[in-house]
């Protein structure tokens, strides 16, 4: 078996996810279905599982590089990205649940998921502004 080349394929999957994960965290800015912060450390983490250099650059950018540093060294996030992560996920899931999915399985699934991540998110240290 070929470890070089699976390796070299790991490396360029992981940099592949880390673009499409950074791209739904650009769209998630303008489109309030799409949580913004979420896509934006799992960037993260593929950038730094496969290139230094993409991760290097995604912290040293003006919009996104504070939120990872406070994530990653701090383990928190400031209390208006917690009110508004919170609002915006109980906001879109409500709609998908009241006007989209028909199925109660499904609504029993997003209800779950959205408690889970606020539970995630409350537990966060808040950090000062």
Do not use: C, Q
Request: aromatic residues 14%; proline residues 4%.
């Amino acid at each position: 078996m070929n470890y070089k080349f699976i390796s070299k394929t790991k490396k360029w999957l992981f940099v592949a996810l880390g673009f499409i994960s950074l791209g739904l965290a650009v769209l998630g800015i303008f489109l309030p279905i799409l949580p913004t912060t979420p896509f934006l450390l799992l960037s993260a983490y593929f950038f730094t599982k496969s290139s230094p250099k993409h991760y290097n650059w995604l912290l040293s950018t003006k919009r996104f590089g504070k939120i990872i540093r406070d994530y990653r060294e701090r383990k928190g996030v400031v209390l208006p990205i917690k009110i508004y992560a919170i609002s915006l996920l109980w906001l879109t899931i409500l709609i998908s649940v009241v006007f989209v999915v028909d199925i109660i399985y499904l609504d029993i699934l997003l209800l779950t998921i959205a408690t889970v991540v606020t539970y995630h998110i409350l537990k966060l240290k808040t950090l000062s502004t």
